[in-house]
C-alpha cells in the first residue's frame, strides 16, 4: 500500500468557481478525515466518515462545503462559490477505527 | 471544548543535541490520545510518537520521547541526538471520542549543523 494520496496536489482557481478535491485512504481503514490548514497554522478539523457515513461536520464546513465518500472508498470534497478565504491546504487522513491516522500529501488551494 | 496548546512558535538546536517540545491540552476527558506529528517542508505529515491516557509510562520511540504529565496536562516531546532530518514543523495533537485530532499552532524547528 503506497499510502494516502489525494489529488490534485495544486489547484488555483478564480474566485466564484467550484472546485472538488479526491482522497484515496488506505485501503483497508474504515475511517476517514478532512482538515484544512491555513499558513503558519495547525490543521483544522472538517469532517470525517466512517465507512460511507458522514459522522460529524466541523461549524468551519460552511454550505457551500460538501463531501461524500461512496461506498466507504475514496472520498471528495467540493467547495462551491469559492471565496479568497477558502485558499489553504486541505489535508485528508485515514484510520482503521480510533487508531493513529495517516495523512495525505494536501491540496493546495489558491482562490485568486 | 478541548484545545492544545504550543507555546514555541519557533525553535533551534545543534546537530547532535538535544530537544525538547513542550504541549499543553485541556480536556475533560479522562480517556483521549496524545501524538506529536511532524511535517517537514513541502511533505506530508508523518507520525511521530503517540501515548495512550491510560498509561502512565512515557513514550518512546528511538530517539523521540515524551513527558507526559497527565495532572499537568503536559505532553512534551525530547528528541536526543538531533539529526538534519529532524528540520520539520512538530504539531502536537489531542484526540478523544469521535478522535478527531485537535491540533496546536505548532512549533518549527531548525537542526543547525
Known amino acids: 500500500d503506497t499510502g494516502v494520496s489525494q489529488n490534485p496536489r495544486h489547484k488555483i482557481t478564480k474566485r466564484g468557481q467550484n472546485v472538488t478535491f479526491r482522497c484515496d485512504p488506505i485501503?483497508?481503514?474504515?475511517?476517514l478525515y478532512w482538515y484544512r490548514q491555513t499558513l503558519g497554522q495547525g490543521p483544522e478539523f472538517l469532517t470525517y466518515?466512517?465507512?460511507?457515513?458522514?459522522?460529524?461536520k466541523s461549524r468551519l464546513l460552511s454550505d457551500r462545503f460538501s463531501a461524500e465518500r461512496p461506498k466507504g472508498s475514496f472520498s471528495t470534497l467540493e467547495i462551491q462559490r469559492t471565496e479568497q478565504g477558502d485558499s489553504a491546504m486541505y489535508l485528508c487522513a485515514s484510520s482503521w477505527e480510533y487508531y493513529e491516522q495517516y495523512f495525505g500529501p494536501g491540496t493546495r488551494l489558491t482562490v485568486t | 471544548a478541548q484545545t492544545v496548546t504550543q507555546s514555541q512558535p519557533e525553535m533551534s538546536v545543534q546537530e547532535a543535541e538535544t530537544v525538547t517540545l513542550s504541549c499543553t491540552y485541556d480536556t475533560s476527558e479522562n480517556n483521549y490520545y496524545l501524538f506529536w506529528y511532524k511535517q517537514p517542508p513541502s511533505r506530508q505529515m508523518i507520525l511521530v510518537i503517540r501515548?495512550?491516557?491510560?498509561?502512565?509510562q512515557n513514550a518512546t520511540e528511538n530517539r523521540f520521547s515524551v513527558n507526559f504529565q497527565k495532572a499537568a496536562k503536559s505532553f512534551s516531546l525530547k528528541i536526543s541526538d538531533s539529526q538534519l532530518g529532524d528540520t520539520a514543523m512538530y504539531f502536537c495533537?489531542?484526540?478523544?471520542?469521535?478522535?478527531?485530532?485537535?491540533f496546536g499552532t505548532g512549533t518549527r524547528l531548525k537542526v543547525l549543523a
Open positions: 485501503s483497508e481503514h474504515n475511517r
Open positions: 466518515f466512517q465507512n460511507e457515513a458522514q459522522l460529524e
Open positions: 495533537a489531542f484526540s478523544a471520542g469521535t478522535y478527531k485530532y485537535i
Open positions: 501515548q495512550e491516557a491510560y498509561k502512565q
